[in-house]
């Protein structure tokens, strides 16, 4: 195919591709191809022009099949998602088994998981730990969004099981700091609202940890997703937003809820 | 001083001397020294013989001097003892700051620490880890007769703090599995009595854990001790040992409640 043909395994060099959407935000993922951010889905699907590597970032196949085509790169990996690759891989490198804190299908732990050295056992789930044998050494790294207590959970299983666990703690702290301060915040509303994509891991977390101190907690994507009685009777709702969600997106909540319930006069309590 | 002198720093070729007492039993200290085996506090109060050092193992520098003078050592330091050592050493060595999860004071920890390469910052308790800053990377090990429960505080504070968190879990199994056990004893007795001597950590760690499951628990050293309305209106009487206490202890201990309180077919549930 000629460069200048659009559609297909084809591009021009001024196409720029994403790998998978840029961010788990749908609404923010339309904006972006208004622009021209190609979303594909396999590097299979590029040839040339520019590619962007969302913060997930991507396994290391990938990378190095990219690397091949002699594409633009532009790294946008996470410097946290790109420490635990780091520590995965030198772990697997000097004859750990490594644990990967975190959900086994999210492109981050995928990318994670592709740099341990072929042959390493590798566990992602409390069980596959418990039923583990014959492992004297075993690395722990965390998906960067995952709570402190669910890697306390997998560190205490290994320390019971396995003489020696050296654990790598590559949570974001951004994602600590929102989940504790949005607990927080859940705690003192009537309602709590978790805004941002279903698609979005540490968004759901947040909804769910809000959900623990919370019960009448709602996850939705847009304002338009709010039911028009959900705040009935409320004085302070409480209004988060997971890491991918973008501000307008924010602000048009925080609006609605001003204009709809003027009157009622709801504290909106706020945390991102 | 000749040969053949007794008292003092002086001993003849025949001297078996213990650095420190054997075991954290004052009973079976008496009996071994009946038996002609001397304890001393200090290396300095040993000239030759024979020198058996303990399960608590000794410090690096009391090992070099013994080893200078000539004695003959018989090593009886645990092989759990010997791996923490050896782990606490290996850590500072590669640029790991050490916890050691103990009692500062207790001559394992001591010796433990002692291992630890100079100008490494040291940690024993969770309020110095606390307070702790600037650390990356932390080595972990414990004192074999803490609890898991206590070792994963410290692990959970530290990687709270710091980065890199490597742990050697060196917790004897055979404690554990007494402290478990003997928990369980504790739940159904209706009085729980926990026997060794007051200067062994395990026992006191045994009796503080079993108090916890049951209030009625008492720590004794040794039968005699036992107040005679301990049992009063007592149908199930648990009992259970520090790794220290000898059997002649307990056999004492079970033949007194036997014979003492016979006609109240009190139940004995035990674990050792």
Known sequence: M????RGGAAGDSLSIYSLGPLIHNPQTVEELEKKGVRVVESVDDIRCGKVIVRSHGITRPDAEALAGKGVTII????????KAQEHARSLSRQGYAVTVVGDANHPEVKSIISYIEPGVPIFTSLAELQESSGIRKMGIVAQTTQSFENLMQFVSIALKKIQEVRVYNTICNATVLRQKESTAVARKADVMIVLGGYNSANTRRLAEICKES???????????????DALDGVSCVGVTAGASTPEWIIEELLARIRATWREEKIQVSFYQ
């Open 2 to 5: 000629a460069a200048g043909e």
């Open 214 to 228: 919370n019960p009448r907690t709602h996850h939705i994507e847009t304002a338009g997703e709010l039911p028009p």
């Open 75 to 82: 790294d946008a990996t996470c410097p946290f998602v790109k």
